[in-house]
């Protein structure tokens, strides 16, 4: 019977309250409403159905006049509960994760909570009430009963309506339940990421402060050092450098970032609010939304700070370790020669401005901090989950996408002003290569050359790029390998093998540097540094050395007798003069080589072309153990030389505008200038410092170089001089008639003069002539190219 | 199998015109960019890869064009087409010979005017590059060369850097050379900035002339070999060119 139906309906309503309403449990809670929701629902259609059932089978049990109310009005106001408990239901869930936010507190959802079930029984109560008043006026005889059938006449059954409502409504506490699990574990997660962060910037903070530390407290050792001490302040100086690296907390916070990124869901529908008794919906993909404005808004900003403190580091690491080597180079005996007196008060100076630095930096950092923090602030506000016009973490997707709907329209107008402009660049173009070719050889070498000349007011910062080699563990960086293969031909050597390495490579390629740095790293106090014109010192002995290595080497091999040594012999090719040539000395070297006794450890060095003519004519290379290469080198370890080096300069870099240079841009202009300089490290520093001009205060403004190409100004006459002059890395007039005979005076002497005039023949202090540093490598391929002399190993 | 066919056969004028014009204009660009290739800013070894690569394509370009074209013309009425086509291949098939050859020929630039050159038996400068072959200015006149001619007979280039090679030295000895001369002279050519790198200078004692000590070097150019006769002499070596 169907007012059995309708009683029992009643008494489930009353039932499921009380039951959801004693619940403690959010989650519980939540899932009991919905589950409870569904069985009332399910009565409410299984009595709508019965009474369609009766009606339709003419089988009136009950009064029709009951059947129609049941259709028209009782499910209206029990539609209007459902609405209501679907309602509160949204509305607590929202309240869970608003106070899991933090925008609402416990005691609030809690009054929600008691409020809502108050609210749902008293409504539940009136609907009874109303359905049972009615349902008792509309029955109490058959002359009412008739009324309300005759006014219901004409209109359609609306019970199909309401059965697909209430089971939409069903439908929706369904989700809402199922999404709330989702919901409060994606927001648990955005949680944790804002913590990271601000544990991120904590750490980066105490970073800034221990490297400020650290330069603070090498100040006070150098203070209190004596000279009779330097062995005590290297060794301090060692643990300090020790201690500048530290975990990369970048690294560790985009794990971190992506860890969350991964658990989070990707698109998600979620209620996110009311209106008409419609609920709202809204699809976020919250791993995607994170993913997109981490990557856009936040991670360039942090990528900053962690190069900020990399170069503070780079800077420091830097400074103790030049002042380390410093130091070292002092109470090495070998080096007596060169001038190396300590200033202990310069060292404590330049720790001083990397300190001042360093504060600088920490300003820097707590204003990208504070920015970074505002931009959490603004966008990841996860009050903007239930926000109806904004969306959560908004890319610009929407916007990139109205634009091309503007856009669509005009494409036809910007094809005709492209052509337009292709024209106007096109005739532009011609005109500069007219302009281009009307230029003379010798006014585009000379284009080139001014092009290439360093800011002369800009001589302190120059002077840290192009100074002599400074002693850097940065060095290191990228030669790894090599340093490995000579460690292991040291260790062979030890073993009782022949011990000789030749270092080869283009100008400028670091050979000087790696092998001073080798030498100091496996023969420390042990290097005995053979050059031409030079006073050579071993064991207590000395020799004068001019331009002859026969006396060297009978030299050193009477007084090494005993004891392991390196003979460094840098540039052989610097080994000729007027009176001796390169070939008879390498004669004589390669004679004495195999004289010495295993005790002595043998490395040269010189450029491609010398060791290949060198190896066709004296088969040089097959008397070496290993030939170590120093062309190939990355781009990074070229940007970090360059980075390091500016770092110490304490000089900001700025555009011609102005503007700051932002770390991506700097990666770039480094990118160019290695291209530009074929990827030689020398070449790439002259190339940067020419690219620097001096400006008033703390920065220096990078002026991007013209992209002139070097003209060929190869000829017959001038070939064959260049080569010479590659060949033997600085030679004089004098030198040169000896070795053409009369030819260079009737012939080639003008040329050399043509040369020096357009500045691709220098002249040092000495007299002596060389290729201009700016064109020696490129003269080198050019050459190479006229197969005049080979340059690639 | 039908669009195949129909590639083949289904051509008008309409269809040459456009071609040709999409040839004529990718011909203009490539023209226009092998004019301002000078001032491109890029890499010097990539400019000069992609330098030989417009020389490459300006070479093959204009005869795969026409090739291209009259295969083309042909399709659109092939009977008639054939036919003059044919009749002018015929007619002027040993000049489109020559051109194409001089083409390949000129590719490697070998020729340039006042070079001296060898062909059959004349010998003598160039004086015009043509089209279609050399013109050479000898003792007894002016001589006209096809390029299919320089092919089928070959040349000889007789000066320039490319010319270069091994030449035997013959030096008179009047007396035994000690060790201290013989050390002199194996320095004084080793270190001469004459002779090129690639090839160690050989010495021997010749079989044939007693009393000649001969050396067998390797020059770039022929004049620095007479430079550096001149250098041994000026050190007292009576050097002579002896045949190779």
Known sequence: MISELLEDYYHSVEQSIHKVWSHS????????????????????????????????????????????????????????????????????????????????????????????????????????????????????????????????????????????????????????????????????????????????????????????????????????????????????????????????????????????????????????????????????DFSGALNRWINGQVKPLLTELQELLDSEKGALNLNLTNIKNRLSLSINESYTDLNRDIDLEAFQNSNRAILTSIDESLNEFKSIRNLVEARYEENMNLNDLYDLRNDFLSSSQQYIFEQFKLERGSWLNKIGQWLINVKGRGKKLLANVAEEEALSESERIVRYLENLRPDEENYHYNNIFSGPSIYSDSFWVGREQKIERFEKVVKNWRLGYQGSVVLSGMRFSGKTTFGDLVAQKYFNNKTIRVRPFSTLKIRGRSINIKDDIAPVMEFIGKYTIGEQFLIWMDDLETWQSAKISLQQNVKTLLAGLNKLTSNVFFMTATSNWVLFYLARMFQFDQVFQAEINLDQLKEDDVRKAISIRHGVTHKYLKTES?????????????????????????DSLNLWVSSIKFDQGDHVIFNPLAKYTLPDFLNEINRIILRFIIMSKGTNEYMMRRYFGTSFTNKYSAEIQRLISLKILVRTDKGMLNINKYLVNETARMLDDSKYISCKR | MNDFNSILTEYNWSHLIIISILF????????????????????????????????????????????????????????????????????????????????????????????????????????????????????????????????????????????GGYYHLSLRMTELMDEDQMENLTNIILSSPYLDGDHKPEFYRSLSSEGHLNIKVLVKEEVHLHELMKLLEENGFDATLSKS
Not at chain 1, 662 to 682: C, H, K, L, P, W
Not at chain 2, 92 to 99: D, E, G, K, P, V
């Open chain 1, 25 to 284: 449990d959010p989650l519980t809670f939540i899932n009991g409403l919905a589950e409870e929701f569904t069985l009332i629902s399910g009565k409410v259609i299984h009595l709508g159905s019965r009474a369609q059932q009766q009606f339709d089978a003419n089988e009136f049990a009950n009064p029709i006049s009951f059947i129609l109310f049941v259709h028209f009005d009782f499910l209206k106001e029990v539609k209007n509960f459902l609405i209501l408990w679907r309602d509160v239901m949204f509305q607590y869930q929202k309240g869970l994760v608003l106070e899991r936010i933090g925008t609402i507190e416990k005691h609030q959802l809690q009054y929600v909570k008691e409020e809502s079930g108050q609210i749902l029984q008293d409504a539940h109560e009136e609907v009874k009430g109303y359905s049972r008043r009615k349902l008792s006026i509309i029955t109490d005889s058959e002359k009412t009963s008739s009324n309300y059938v005759d006014s219901l006449s004409g209109k359609n059954n609306p019970w199909q309506i309401y059965k697909q409502q209430i089971e939409t409504l069903d439908a929706q506490t369904d989700q809402i339940a199922d999404n709330h699990v989702r919901i409060i574990s994606n927001v648990d997660l955005f949680i944790e990421h804002k913590i990271d962060l601000e544990n991120f910037l904590k750490d980066m903070n105490a970073e800034f402060v221990r490297i400020g530390d650290l330069a603070r407290s090498t100040i006070d050792k150098i203070l209190q050092t004596e000279e009779s001490s330097y062995h005590k302040l290297i060794l301090q100086l060692e643990e300090v450098i020790g201690q500048i690296e530290a975990k990369n907390l970048l690294q560790i916070f985009s794990d971190k970032c992506d860890q969350i990124i991964d658990s989070l869901s990707d698109t998600t529908q979620i209620s996110i609010g009311l209106r008409n008794n419609q609920l709202l919906y809204k699809e976020i």
């Open chain 1, 658 to 682: 102005g503007q700051r240079v932002s770390t991506d841009e700097f990666r770039q202009i480094v990118r160019n200038v290695y291209i530009q300089a074929n990827y030689n490290m020398g």
């Open chain 2, 24 to 163: 004529l204009l990718i011909y203009i660009i490539f023209l226009f960019v092998r004019r301002v290739i000078v001032i491109i800013p890029m890499a010097k070894w990539i400019k000069i890869k992609f330098i030989n690569f417009l020389n490459i394509f300006f070479i093959y370009f204009g005869p795969l064009a026409t090739l291209i074209l009259a295969s083309i013309f042909v399709l659109i009425k092939p009977a008639l087409h054939g036919l003059i086509l044919g009749l002018a291949l015929l007619l002027a098939f040993s000049h489109i010979r020559n051109f194409l050859n001089g083409r390949i020929i000129n590719s490697n630039e070998m020729f340039s005017k006042g070079q001296l050159v060898r062909i059959s038996d004349k010998s003598g400068i160039i004086t015009e590059i043509g089209k279609l072959g050399l013109r050479i200015r000898s003792d007894d006149g002016l001589h006209y060369f096809p390029y299919q001619t320089l092919l089928t007979s070959g040349y000889t280039l007789s000066s320039g850097d490319k010319i």
